[in-house]
Structures are given as C-alpha cells and as structure tokens.
C-alpha cells in the first residue's frame, strides 16, 4: 500500500491484479484505492479528481453522522495524547476547565449545548497544543533544516494540518492533542516538507521520511486507535 496524495487528501493506494478501479470511502473518511498493477500514479490521481465531489460528499456524510455520535457529553470517552480520558462537566462553572487524574473537567454551565462544549473542548486541546508544540517545533526544525514563518493552531475539522507554502505559515488543528505524541510530530514534519516540496510525489515522501523514517507506520497504528 501506499499513499498518494490528491488535493489534500491521502489516499491510500493498494495494487491488485484487477481489470478495474475502485475506490471507497471508510467510515472514518480515508480514502481508498484498488487499482490494477500496472495503473500509473497520474491516472490514479486523474480518477480520484475525477470522483471529488463524490468524495466529498461522502465525507460530509460521515462528518455529521459522527458528530452525531459525540455530543461531547458527561462521562464521554475522549483522547489525550493517544490515551483514553473521560469528560466531565461542571455545571456550576460558565468558564475555565481542570484535570483530574484521567478526567477533563469542562465549565460550561447550566445550560450548555453540544457546540458550547465542543467549543469548551477546542480551547483545553489549544491550551495543552500550544504547552507542546513550541519544543517540538524547534527539535523538528533543527532536524530538516527547514523553519516556518509562523504557526498556528485552530480549530479545524478535516485536517490535521496545513501550509501556506507562500507566506511560509503553517496552521496545525487542535484536534491532534488526541493523538499520540509520536503521530503529532509526524505532522509537523509534513507541513514543514511543504516548505520545500508542494505536492505529495515520490519525492516529498523520500524526503519526509528522512526526518520522520516511522511516517507511514506512525500513520497507519494511530488510524487503528
């Protein structure tokens, strides 16, 4: 299997010895490929153009049956740093939030609603975000030789990161604290290839996995959690 690259998208590409291509949607969004052996990259990445609205369509899809799913409510799992977390909500509070062992405890208040406690949420992500990424940033710099103009975090829903290849700016979602260290590095790493390469050919994986040589196993064991 490998990974290509497609409008922002990573689609995941395995070979097969099959007549046709097709692709697939997952529940969790990734996008996958079976294509037969000897389909070149351009056409592959040609079809999935080909099917973008489709794809993105069926990614709004899952986006909202999700959210859906999380309403971001008392005694909710969630994820810190790849391990489980329990949420918690403090009605007396309007503003502010505490852990406690392996509890997040959100203020919102009396009358929250699912958005307002995603919100509460977002901003305890940003917060321990933003305590992590300022050492991180520097050690990923240092090792690829290349540095960004700026980062950023915020709050996006589809993407773990993103880069301004023309300002040099470097945006990071602050839903990546829900992950294990090792795979928020490997996103830093990322967009800083960005930097030097726009695309996501042969050449920017060769030279993201020589600052990140794990990439695609990191990737690949945090999708599974």
């Given amino acids: 299997m490998k990974i290509i690259n497609v409008c922002g998208t990573d689609v995941f590409v395995t070979k097969k010895r099959i007549k046709n291509i097709y692709l697939r949607v997952k529940n969790n969004g990734e996008v996958f490929v079976s294509a037969p052996l000897f389909m070149s990259d351009d056409l592959i990445v040609d079809f999935v153009n080909s099917k973008a609205e489709w794809i993105k369509k069926s990614r709004s899809k899952i986006s909202k049956r999700e959210a859906c799913k999380a309403d971001f409510s008392e005694g909710e799992e969630r994820r810190f740093l790849g391990s489980k977390y329990t949420l918690h909500i403090d009605t007396e509070r309007k503003n502010g939030y505490y852990f406690k062992g392996n509890d997040i405890v959100i203020c919102v208040g009396k009358d929250s609603t699912v958005e307002s406690r995603k919100k509460a949420l977002a901003e305890v992500y940003r917060d321990a975000l933003g305590e992590i990424m300022p050492e991180m940033i520097k050690r990923c710099e240092a090792k690829s030789g290349l540095s ?22 470097i945006w990071l979602s602050v839903w990546l604290v829900e992950k294990p260290y090792e795979f928020i590095e490997s996103v830093v790493y990322h967009e800083l290839t960005h930097l030097k390469i726009k695309g996501h050919g042969k050449d920017f994986y060769s030279l993201l996995e020589s600052y990140c040589p794990n990439y695609r196993s990191i990737q690949k064991s945090a999708k599974r959690r």
Avoid: D, I, V, Y
């Fill in 148 to 169: 960004a103009n700026e980062w950023r975090l915020k709050n996006m829903k589809t993407r773990w990161g993103s880069c301004n290849t023309k300002e040099g700016r």
